[in-house]
């Protein structure tokens, strides 16, 4: 009775430390939540670019109300995109897609410019200059991470250091 119970516990043990080592499959990973996303860029450019805490005050809710606005115009567009896909388009449908997608840039590059302005009352040139080259690198690091570990956890981003 005794090597019955013994034995039950064992392969418990064991079952349960194997289960724990097992990597998760793909699907059940945990993904980056929007929040998470934007704490790692926000400690990435704020390492990266020598942000006081001050300038990471002023200059973030900036910059992530522009990324909210640029994401609300490419999601217009996406949406078009979906819509169309499935169906076989005719060169009027492709032509206002393409000048969709242009007007979309130019939108976007309107509000870019709108912004440097209210972020050099943030931050200096030499700063803005430095989290723009800093957005740009993180944004590379994630895009490599997420080729070499996509079937790894999310990628964790931290600045290189130079």
Do not use: W
């Amino acid at each position: 009775m005794k090597r019955a119970i013994f034995a039950a516990l064992l392969a418990l043990i064991t079952m349960n430390a194997a289960t724990a080592q097992e990597q998760k499959k793909p699907q059940e990973r945990k993904r980056f939540s929007h929040e998470e996303f934007q704490e790692r860029q926000r400690k990435y450019i704020t390492e990266k670019a020598q942000l006081t805490a001050e300038e990471a005050e002023a200059f973030f809710p900036l910059f992530f109300e522009l990324q909210k606005k640029k994401f609300e115009i490419e999601r217009n567009v996406r949406k078009g995109i979906k819509r169309e896909r499935g169906e076989k388009m005719t060169e009027e449908q492709c032509r206002e897609f393409v000048y969709r997608m242009a007007d979309s840039k130019i939108e976007i590059a309107k509000l870019e410019r709108e912004y440097t302005d209210k972020y050099l009352k943030a931050v200096s040139p030499c700063k803005l200059q430095r989290i723009q080259h800093a957005e740009h690198s993180f944004q590379r690091d994630l895009m490599e991470k997420m080729t070499r570990n996509r079937n790894n956890k999310a990628p964790e981003c931290q600045p290189k250091k130079n």
